[in-house]
Protein backbone atom coordinates (compact mmCIF):
# COMPACT_ATOMS: atom_id res chain seq x y z
CA UNK A 1 0.00 0.00 0.00
CA UNK A 2 1.43 3.12 -1.28
CA UNK A 3 1.29 5.95 2.00
CA UNK A 4 -0.16 8.38 -0.52
CA UNK A 5 -3.09 6.56 -1.34
CA UNK A 6 -6.29 7.69 -0.90
CA UNK A 7 -8.12 4.49 -0.01
CA UNK A 8 -6.81 4.27 2.99
CA UNK A 9 -6.31 6.66 6.50
CA UNK A 10 -2.79 8.37 6.13
CA UNK A 11 0.06 7.72 8.66
CA UNK A 12 -0.64 10.04 10.57
CA UNK A 13 -4.43 8.99 11.38
CA UNK A 14 -3.66 5.63 11.80
CA UNK A 15 -0.77 6.57 14.59
CA UNK A 16 -3.04 8.73 16.15
CA UNK A 17 -5.69 5.84 16.28
CA UNK A 18 -3.45 3.33 17.73
CA UNK A 19 -2.48 5.69 20.37
CA UNK A 20 -6.37 6.28 21.57
CA UNK A 21 -6.14 10.01 20.57
CA UNK A 22 -8.91 9.85 18.14
CA UNK A 23 -12.88 10.03 19.37
CA UNK A 24 -16.62 10.56 18.11
CA UNK A 25 -17.09 10.75 14.46
CA UNK A 26 -12.85 10.28 13.47
CA UNK A 27 -12.49 7.19 15.67
CA UNK A 28 -15.62 5.63 14.17
CA UNK A 29 -14.78 6.27 10.47
CA UNK A 30 -11.57 4.31 11.16
CA UNK A 31 -12.69 1.37 13.08
CA UNK A 32 -15.35 1.35 9.87
CA UNK A 33 -12.33 1.25 7.38
CA UNK A 34 -10.25 -1.04 9.83
CA UNK A 35 -13.22 -3.73 9.73
CA UNK A 36 -12.95 -3.91 6.22
CA UNK A 37 -9.43 -3.65 5.37
CA UNK A 38 -7.07 -6.16 6.65
CA UNK A 39 -4.08 -4.07 5.48
CA UNK A 40 -4.51 -0.92 7.36
CA UNK A 41 -6.01 -3.37 10.59
CA UNK A 42 -2.29 -5.43 10.45
CA UNK A 43 -0.69 -1.90 10.62
CA UNK A 44 -1.91 -0.59 13.25
CA UNK A 45 -1.26 -3.73 15.55
CA UNK A 46 2.42 -4.01 14.30
CA UNK A 47 2.47 -0.04 15.27
CA UNK A 48 1.21 -0.68 18.70
CA UNK A 49 4.00 -3.36 18.66
CA UNK A 50 6.70 -1.40 17.31
CA UNK A 51 5.69 1.21 19.48
CA UNK A 52 5.81 -1.03 23.00
CA UNK A 53 9.17 -2.34 21.94
CA UNK A 54 10.65 1.63 21.23
CA UNK A 55 9.54 1.99 24.67
CA UNK A 56 10.99 -0.63 26.08
CA UNK A 57 14.25 0.18 24.73
CA UNK A 58 13.70 3.40 25.96
CA UNK A 59 13.38 1.89 29.97
CA UNK A 60 15.54 -0.47 30.51
CA UNK A 61 13.47 -1.79 33.31
CA UNK A 62 11.08 -2.85 30.95
CA UNK A 63 10.95 -6.24 29.94
CA UNK A 64 12.22 -5.62 25.86
CA UNK A 65 9.76 -7.19 23.14
CA UNK A 66 11.96 -9.38 20.59
CA UNK A 67 12.43 -6.88 17.75
CA UNK A 68 15.12 -6.74 14.76
CA UNK A 69 17.75 -4.50 14.88
CA UNK A 70 15.57 -1.54 16.14
CA UNK A 71 18.86 1.10 16.09
CA UNK A 72 18.79 0.55 12.38
CA UNK A 73 14.87 1.57 11.93
CA UNK A 74 14.85 5.36 10.96
CA UNK A 75 12.33 7.63 12.76
CA UNK A 76 12.19 5.79 16.01
CA UNK A 77 11.93 9.25 17.97
CA UNK A 78 9.58 10.61 15.21
CA UNK A 79 6.51 9.47 17.11
CA UNK A 80 3.64 7.24 16.40
CA UNK A 81 3.36 9.09 12.78
CA UNK A 82 6.85 7.83 11.91
CA UNK A 83 6.05 4.11 13.17
CA UNK A 84 3.21 3.79 11.48
CA UNK A 85 4.45 5.24 7.87
CA UNK A 86 7.53 2.69 8.76
CA UNK A 87 4.78 -0.10 9.45
CA UNK A 88 2.56 0.66 6.11
CA UNK A 89 6.13 0.84 3.98
CA UNK A 90 7.56 -2.46 5.13
CA UNK A 91 4.68 -4.18 5.00
CA UNK A 92 4.80 -5.46 1.38
CA UNK A 93 8.46 -5.53 1.60
CA UNK A 94 10.08 -7.99 4.58
CA UNK A 95 7.19 -8.32 7.00
CA UNK A 96 8.77 -11.91 8.41
CA UNK A 97 12.01 -9.96 9.04
CA UNK A 98 10.81 -7.14 10.63
CA UNK A 99 7.77 -8.97 12.65
CA UNK A 100 8.87 -12.34 13.15
CA UNK A 101 7.52 -15.54 11.37
CA UNK A 102 4.04 -16.33 11.43
CA UNK A 103 2.31 -19.37 12.94
CA UNK A 104 0.81 -22.42 11.27
CA UNK A 105 -2.89 -21.15 11.03
CA UNK A 106 -2.32 -18.25 8.60
CA UNK A 107 -6.47 -17.13 8.88
CA UNK A 108 -5.46 -16.37 12.82
CA UNK A 109 -2.39 -14.46 12.53
CA UNK A 110 -4.43 -11.06 12.64
CA UNK A 111 -5.91 -12.28 16.11
CA UNK A 112 -2.63 -13.62 17.03
CA UNK A 113 -0.82 -10.57 16.93
CA UNK A 114 -3.73 -8.38 18.06
CA UNK A 115 -3.40 -10.22 22.00
CA UNK A 116 -0.01 -10.61 22.19
CA UNK A 117 0.27 -7.38 23.93
CA UNK A 118 -2.42 -7.85 26.11
CA UNK A 119 -1.65 -8.58 29.64
CA UNK A 120 -3.45 -12.31 29.73
CA UNK A 121 -4.48 -14.86 27.26
CA UNK A 122 -7.46 -15.59 25.98
CA UNK A 123 -8.08 -18.94 27.89
CA UNK A 124 -6.57 -20.82 30.79
CA UNK A 125 -6.21 -23.53 28.10
CA UNK A 126 -3.51 -23.58 24.86
CA UNK A 127 -5.23 -22.62 21.55
CA UNK A 128 -3.32 -23.53 18.52
CA UNK A 129 -1.82 -21.51 15.51
CA UNK A 130 1.22 -20.23 17.65
CA UNK A 131 -0.67 -17.83 20.30
CA UNK A 132 2.43 -16.29 22.43
CA UNK A 133 2.59 -16.74 25.83
CA UNK A 134 0.65 -14.48 28.60
CA UNK A 135 -0.86 -15.22 31.83
CA UNK A 136 -4.20 -17.08 32.13
CA UNK A 137 -7.25 -14.60 32.23
CA UNK A 138 -9.47 -14.50 35.13
CA UNK A 139 -12.28 -17.07 35.11
CA UNK A 140 -15.14 -14.92 35.02
CA UNK A 141 -15.19 -12.84 32.15
CA UNK A 142 -18.95 -12.59 30.70
CA UNK A 143 -19.84 -12.94 27.33
CA UNK A 144 -19.09 -9.34 25.29
CA UNK A 145 -16.80 -8.02 28.16
CA UNK A 146 -16.86 -4.50 27.26
CA UNK A 147 -13.10 -4.49 28.55
CA UNK A 148 -11.46 -6.18 25.25
CA UNK A 149 -9.60 -4.35 23.23
CA UNK A 150 -10.40 -2.25 20.41
CA UNK A 151 -7.98 -4.07 18.03
CA UNK A 152 -8.73 -7.44 19.52
CA UNK A 153 -12.40 -6.95 18.72
CA UNK A 154 -11.70 -6.00 14.89
CA UNK A 155 -9.48 -8.31 14.26
CA UNK A 156 -12.03 -11.02 15.86
CA UNK A 157 -14.78 -8.79 13.67
CA UNK A 158 -12.67 -9.76 10.58
CA UNK A 159 -13.05 -13.33 11.36
CA UNK A 160 -16.53 -13.28 11.93
CA UNK A 161 -17.38 -11.67 8.61
CA UNK A 162 -15.11 -14.09 7.02
CA UNK A 163 -17.20 -16.52 8.60
CA UNK A 164 -20.49 -15.29 7.16
CA UNK A 165 -18.67 -15.21 3.59
CA UNK A 166 -16.87 -18.85 3.79
CA UNK A 167 -18.99 -21.52 6.05
CA UNK A 168 -15.35 -23.94 5.72
CA UNK A 169 -14.54 -25.94 8.80
CA UNK A 170 -11.55 -23.45 8.99
CA UNK A 171 -13.37 -20.08 9.07
CA UNK A 172 -15.87 -21.91 11.69
CA UNK A 173 -12.69 -23.06 13.97
CA UNK A 174 -11.41 -19.38 13.56
CA UNK A 175 -14.71 -18.13 14.21
CA UNK A 176 -14.72 -19.97 17.56
CA UNK A 177 -11.49 -18.84 18.53
CA UNK A 178 -12.52 -15.10 17.88
CA UNK A 179 -15.84 -15.69 20.03
CA UNK A 180 -13.29 -16.85 22.90
CA UNK A 181 -11.19 -13.65 22.54
CA UNK A 182 -14.52 -11.39 22.84
CA UNK A 183 -15.89 -13.37 25.82
CA UNK A 184 -18.82 -15.21 23.68
CA UNK A 185 -17.75 -18.86 24.98
CA UNK A 186 -21.36 -20.58 24.15
CA UNK A 187 -20.64 -19.12 20.45
CA UNK A 188 -17.12 -20.00 20.56
CA UNK A 189 -18.57 -23.76 21.58
CA UNK A 190 -21.16 -23.82 18.83
CA UNK A 191 -18.84 -22.92 16.07
CA UNK A 192 -15.58 -25.13 16.91
CA UNK A 193 -17.90 -28.18 17.59
CA UNK A 194 -19.57 -27.39 13.66
CA UNK A 195 -15.97 -27.34 12.31
CA UNK A 196 -14.86 -30.50 14.56
CA UNK A 197 -18.06 -32.12 12.92
CA UNK A 198 -17.24 -31.04 9.36
CA UNK A 199 -13.19 -32.36 9.59
CA UNK A 200 -13.28 -34.70 12.81
CA UNK A 201 -9.92 -35.48 12.13
CA UNK A 202 -8.24 -32.16 12.35
CA UNK A 203 -6.25 -32.33 15.34
CA UNK A 204 -6.20 -28.35 15.89
CA UNK A 205 -9.88 -27.59 15.65
CA UNK A 206 -10.13 -30.74 18.16
CA UNK A 207 -7.61 -29.12 20.30
CA UNK A 208 -9.05 -25.26 20.10
CA UNK A 209 -12.69 -27.27 21.14
CA UNK A 210 -11.48 -28.55 24.14
CA UNK A 211 -9.86 -25.20 25.21
CA UNK A 212 -14.06 -23.56 24.28
CA UNK A 213 -15.45 -26.36 26.60
CA UNK A 214 -13.08 -25.94 29.46
CA UNK A 215 -13.32 -22.33 29.54
CA UNK A 216 -17.36 -22.94 29.91
CA UNK A 217 -16.55 -25.44 32.29
CA UNK A 218 -14.20 -23.22 34.83
CA UNK A 219 -17.23 -20.28 34.13
CA UNK A 220 -20.05 -22.40 35.06
CA UNK A 221 -19.09 -25.32 36.37
CA UNK A 222 -20.64 -28.00 34.41
CA UNK A 223 -19.41 -31.53 34.53
CA UNK A 224 -20.47 -32.19 31.10
CA UNK A 225 -17.98 -30.17 29.92
CA UNK A 226 -14.41 -31.22 31.36
CA UNK A 227 -15.90 -34.69 30.02
CA UNK A 228 -16.10 -32.96 26.77
CA UNK A 229 -13.08 -31.05 26.65
CA UNK A 230 -10.96 -34.08 27.56
CA UNK A 231 -12.34 -36.28 24.91
CA UNK A 232 -11.21 -33.48 22.32
CA UNK A 233 -8.04 -33.23 23.83
CA UNK A 234 -7.66 -36.74 23.62
CA UNK A 235 -8.90 -36.57 19.76
CA UNK A 236 -6.18 -33.92 19.05
CA UNK A 237 -3.63 -35.91 20.66
CA UNK A 238 -4.59 -38.95 18.56
CA UNK A 239 -4.50 -37.03 15.61
CA UNK A 240 -1.61 -35.20 15.68
CA UNK A 241 0.77 -36.16 19.00
CA UNK A 242 3.25 -33.75 17.72
CA UNK A 243 0.99 -30.94 18.95
CA UNK A 244 1.92 -29.97 22.27
CA UNK A 245 -0.94 -27.56 22.96
CA UNK A 246 -3.50 -30.93 22.82
CA UNK A 247 -0.97 -32.87 25.73
CA UNK A 248 -1.26 -29.49 27.63
CA UNK A 249 -5.18 -29.14 27.29
CA UNK A 250 -5.73 -32.76 27.98
CA UNK A 251 -3.51 -32.64 31.25
CA UNK A 252 -5.98 -29.77 32.29
CA UNK A 253 -8.81 -31.60 31.28
CA UNK A 254 -7.69 -34.25 33.22
CA UNK A 255 -7.35 -32.40 36.79
CA UNK A 256 -10.80 -31.54 35.90
CA UNK A 257 -12.41 -34.84 36.16
CA UNK A 258 -10.03 -37.76 37.44
CA UNK A 259 -7.32 -38.18 40.05
CA UNK A 260 -4.84 -36.24 41.40
CA UNK A 261 -2.90 -39.00 39.98
CA UNK A 262 -3.74 -39.41 36.75
CA UNK A 263 -3.30 -35.75 36.40
CA UNK A 264 -0.13 -35.75 37.75
CA UNK A 265 0.69 -38.47 35.02
CA UNK A 266 -1.26 -36.57 32.33
CA UNK A 267 1.30 -33.01 33.26
CA UNK A 268 4.61 -35.55 33.05
CA UNK A 269 3.23 -36.67 29.64
CA UNK A 270 3.07 -32.92 28.88
CA UNK A 271 6.37 -32.24 30.15
CA UNK A 272 8.12 -35.20 28.24
CA UNK A 273 7.11 -32.40 25.20
CA UNK A 274 7.88 -29.72 26.65
CA UNK A 275 9.58 -28.92 29.50
CA UNK A 276 11.29 -25.67 29.53
CA UNK A 277 8.72 -22.94 27.94
CA UNK A 278 6.93 -20.48 29.48
CA UNK A 279 3.85 -22.95 29.61
CA UNK A 280 5.88 -25.71 31.58
CA UNK A 281 6.91 -23.65 33.86
CA UNK A 282 3.87 -21.86 34.72
CA UNK A 283 2.14 -25.29 35.00
CA UNK A 284 5.47 -26.52 37.41
CA UNK A 285 5.07 -23.16 39.94
CA UNK A 286 0.84 -24.12 39.68
CA UNK A 287 1.71 -27.91 41.05
CA UNK A 288 4.57 -26.31 43.96
CA UNK A 289 1.53 -24.27 44.92
CA UNK A 290 -1.20 -27.07 44.92
Same mark, same amino acid.
Given at each position: MALNDTRHPDAERLAEYADDLLGGDLRAEVEQHLADCAECRAAVMETTE??????????????????????RLIGIAAGLAAAAALVLAVRSARPDRLFGPRGDRPELQEL????????????? %????GGFKYAPPPAPTRGTGDGNVATHVRIAA???????????TPRARAALGVSDLAVGDVDGA??????????????AQYQNDLAVAYMTRARRRGA?????????AAERAVAANPALVEAWF??????? %???????????????????SSSDWARERREAGRRN
Open positions: FLHSTLAMADPATKVVPFLRPRIAAVANEPTRLAE %GRLSAKLEEEARVRSVRSLESAVALEPSDASDWVNALANRALAIE %GVRSADEAKQAWKDYFDRD
